[in-house]
């Protein structure tokens, strides 16, 4: 574990929010190692620190599990962006994104941008199944931080396609449909009391991705690092004008007086 003291301090923090084997973990490491890992379940949460050219972004993963559920809001506070992700094979795990975690991000920041991202795409989709980790080099890794921690009623998502998920051939059957997080991501907007002509629209906002071979990953990340920049250069400039009080540079200079003061 880094040396606490060398740590850059975070101008904006992401969080990722989803029921577990969804693959969370699995896309931060895709996007931050350039490979994909087979991971275990997350206990609390963990967070990665990316440097974006001359920003630092927090990237919170959180734990899916019920048992794990309070700490979700915790992580959300003060969040610019969050990752609401689902596997586009299980169709619960679309449902639960509303039942379960959509009001745990109450505590983000009132300006906070939503994506939905349907993960495991190389299962349904075969241009999904190219692997592009060798589309662009990659970057200076940032030092990552592996800290272990761990309403308003909406209109119930529609009724599940009836044919079940199969198992047996390469391609499963793909249970959610990009419309499906579409609508979604409206019910969202609506939940936050937010005008959907005026935010973001929906079909910038809703990706289909696969941290197995990298599919839109980078997408994914990069869109939401530069849709954060306003809240970073706001933030900046809020503590400009309100600077804080090094207290240890204080008593430095307290104790020079000190000493350098007549008998």
Not at 110 to 136: M, P, R, Y
Not at 207 to 236: Q, W
């Amino acid at each position: 574990m880094p040396d606490v003291s060398k740590m850059k301090k975070p101008d904006v923090k992401l969080v990722l929010l989803g029921d577990m084997n969804v693959g969370k973990t699995s896309l931060l490491h895709r996007y931050m190692e350039r490979k994909f890992k087979e991971t275990v379940s997350t206990v609390g949460g963990a967070f990665f620190l990316k440097q974006w050219g001359p920003y630092n972004i927090s990237i919170w993963d959180t734990a899916g599990r019920e048992q794990f559920h309070g700490l979700g809001s915790m992580y959300c506070r003060g969040a610019a962006a969050v990752i609401l992700t689902y596997d586009v094979t299980n169709w619960q795990s679309l449902a639960e994104l509303e039942e379960r975690f959509l009001s745990l991000t109450d505590t983000a920041n009132h300006d906070c941008i939503f994506a939905i991202v349907g993960n495991k795409a190389d299962l349904t989709d075969s241009k999904a199944q190219l692997s592009q980790a060798s589309d662009k080099p990659s970057e200076d890794q940032t030092e990552c931080e592996d800290e272990r921690t761990e309403p308003q009623e909406l209109p119930a998502c529609p009724t599940p396609p009836a044919s079940p998920t199969s198992l047996s051939g390469v391609m499963l059957h793909k249970q959610v449909a990009h419309e499906d997080a579409i609508a979604l991501y409206g019910r969202i907007l609506r939940y936050k009391g937010l005008d959907e002509k005026s935010s973001l629209p929906a079909e910038k906002m809703c990706f289909e991705t696969s941290a197995k071979t990298g599919y839109n990953v980078d997408a994914l990340f990069e869109t939401l690092f530069d849709l954060v920049l306003p809240s970073i250069l706001r933030k900046r400039n809020e503590n400009q004008e309100s600077p804080t009080v090094d207290l240890e540079d204080y008593r430095g200079v307290n104790r020079k007086k000190g000493k350098s003061a007549c008998c």
